[in-house]
C-alpha cells in the first residue's frame, strides 16, 4: 500500500509564502515521477510543477518565477516552496507520484488526499 501525505497547506495574505511537502510512504521500488497539481473551485485539476520521469522539471507559466519544486529522493519527499502568493492560487492542492512496487510491477499513479492553500487578506 502506497500513501502520499501532504502537509504545509493553510491561509495566508496576498505577497506571503507557503511550503507544501508530500513524503511517499509504503512499499516503494522506485519513483519515476512526483509533483504537484492543484484544483479551484469549479475548475479542472491543473499542473503546478513537477519531477519528470527523465528527471526534469515542469512548471505551470503561472508560476514560473514564483514557485520551486524540490526534493529528497531518499526520504520520497518532494516539496513546493510558494512565494509571492495570488489570490488566484487559492486551490486544493494534490500531491502525485508516478511509481513502482516492485520489480515486476508497472507504474501506476497515486494520488494524496489534498491540502487546502487560501490566498486572502
Known amino acids: 500500500q502506497v500513501q502520499l501525505v501532504e502537509s504545509g497547506g493553510g491561509l495566508v495574505q496576498p505577497g506571503g509564502s507557503l511550503k507544501l511537502s508530500c513524503a511517499a510512504s509504503g512499499s516503494i521500488f522506485s519513483v519515476y515521477a512526483m509533483g504537484w497539481f492543484r484544483q479551484a473551485p469549479g475548475k479542472e485539476r491543473e499542473l503546478v510543477a513537477q519531477f519528470t520521469s527523465r528527471g526534469t522539471t515542469n512548471y505551470a507559466d503561472s508560476v514560473k518565477g514564483r514557485f520551486t519544486i524540490s526534493r529528497d529522493n531518499a526520504k520520497n519527499t518532494v516539496y513546493l516552496q510558494m512565494n509571492s502568493l495570488k489570490p488566484e492560487d487559492t486551490a486544493v492542492y494534490f500531491c502525485?507520484?508516478?511509481?513502482?512496487?516492485?520489480?515486476?510491477?508497472?507504474?501506476?499513479?497515486?494520488w494524496g488526499q489534498g491540502t487546502q492553500v487560501t490566498v486572502s487578506s
Open positions: 502525485n507520484a508516478e511509481l513502482r512496487v516492485s520489480p515486476i510491477s508497472r507504474a501506476s499513479t497515486y
